[in-house]
């Protein structure tokens, strides 16, 4: 359910926003990059529970990787050259895991490159067991690309939650940015309860604890992992 509070400086919808006590605490700080994957087959074993993170390019998502694990050079990797069209899996702690996806738009790449991130991306959304949940990052500015829509119908099909990080939030003034939530929120209604939704800056370092929240949430270990 939506919760929409009008004093709180970003509208977060769900008691996600806060951290109920009974879920064990994930330490962000502790990601560490592992493995770059061309597609599926050299993905790390599919056990565990990991969240990707998504995004058209230069939305802001390195950006948020960064500020999420409060690390400058995290998501370096991913703009390695050769690495920006890869998958890469960064593991907080063993069975915990952020993925970076690939950037969409890269618009000189030819056609078929372009079908190839295609094929790998919906293989990897469907076929990933211990995928929990997409991350959609969207330059406040110019937020539900082609490429954004195309991700919240797949969430919908397959019934995949997705948490839309606004970010660059600091380039508006609070009220628009807002306005730019409740609009965005409004038109993804159809998602239900599969949406939530924030705006995020981190160049200013704003909305931080509302995302690790939520992560954490998602990547909770299994019970029995967990008193193992
Ligand atoms: P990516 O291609 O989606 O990984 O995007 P990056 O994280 O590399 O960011 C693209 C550009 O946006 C860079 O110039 C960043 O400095 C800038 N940027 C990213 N996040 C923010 C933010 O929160 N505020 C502002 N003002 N600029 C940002």
Not at 15 to 25: A, E, N, T, Y
Not at 70 to 78: D, F, G, P, Y
Not at 83 to 104: A, M, S, W
Not at 174 to 184: E, I, W
Request: hydrophobic letters at 35%; a positive charge; charged letters at 25%.
């Amino acid at each position: 359910m939506w919760h929409y509070n009008q004093s709180a400086p970003t509208y977060n919808l769900t008691q996600s926003s806060k951290r109920p006590m009974d879920l064990v605490k994930i330490n962000f700080q502790l990601a560490k990059y592992t493995i770059s994957a061309p597609s599926i087959k050299q993905c790390p074993e599919d056990t565990g529970a990991e969240v990707a993170f998504a995004g058209r390019s230069n939305a802001g998502k390195s950006s948020a990787l960064n500020t999420l694990a409060q690390q400058n050079k995290l998501a370096r990797t991913s703009k390695t050259p050769g690495r920006t069209q890869l998958i890469n899996f960064f593991e907080i702690q063993p069975g915990v895991r952020i993925v970076d996806l690939p950037g969409y738009g890269f618009a000189k790449v030819p056609e078929r490159l372009k079908r190839e991130w295609q094929k790998n991306m919906s293989e990897y959304l469907e076929k990933r067991e211990s995928l929990k949940a997409i991350v959609l990052v969207m330059d406040i500015r110019h937020p539900l690309s082609d490429f954004d829509r195309m991700m919240c119908d797949w969430a919908q099909d397959v019934q995949m939650p997705v948490h839309i990080l606004l970010t660059k939030s600091d380039k508006f003034k609070r009220g628009p940015a807002q306005a730019t939530l409740l609009s965005v929120k409004k038109e993804m209604a159809h998602l239900g309860d599969l949406l939530t939704i924030q705006t995020f800056s981190s160049l200013k370092k704003v909305g931080t604890t509302i995302l690790q929240n939520q992560l954490t949430q998602w990547l909770q270990p299994p019970k029995d992992e967990e008193e193992a």
